[in-house]
């Protein structure tokens, strides 16, 4: 066993909007710890390089990848799983577009994906294409191309904005 994993470090956060406090392993990352420790496997271990956005994690506000950031790191913070942005609505109608569209195959890419799309539209503005394919270019999908996922995030942005005028 490493030095970081011996190594224990005392934090205190919000998760989902619930407090935890925790002794982490120093050397243990985000997702590790929010699948393991907390049970919330919405979002995936996959590359552990932070390429392909699987990990996709809200903390304080800023889309972060879970594999990359250390748990020890996050006294004090905020963090919002897809689980959580789940239950609290705000991302209802990017999960029903995402169905409506076909904008999900296998689904692994989606909580990522999710997380990645409302920051993006969290600011409400409508971005464009572009600005939407940049915003979500570190987010891979193997299964669906990323037509369906661009079309669904700039509806959602555009009905959000009709919504915000009304």
Partial sequence: MTQAFRDRVDVSLTVNGEPVEARVPAGQHLIDFLRIELGLT??????????????TIRVDGQAVRGCLTLAAQLDGAEVWTVEGLTDQG?????????????????GFCTPGMLVAAEELLSGGAVPTRAE?????????????GY????????????????????
């Fill in 42 to 55: 919405g979002a995936h271990a996959s590359c552990e390089h932070g390429v392909c956005g699987a990990c």
């Fill in 90 to 106: 705000s991302i209802s109608d990017l999960q029903d577009a995402f169905v409506l569209r076909n904008a999900l195959q296998c």
């Fill in 132 to 144: 939407i394919r940049e915003h979500l270019s570190g987010n891979y999908c193997r299964c669906t």
């Fill in 147 to 166: 037509e369906a996922i661009v079309d669904v995030v700039e509806n959602v942005a555009k009905a959000r904005a009709g919504k915000a005028q009304a």
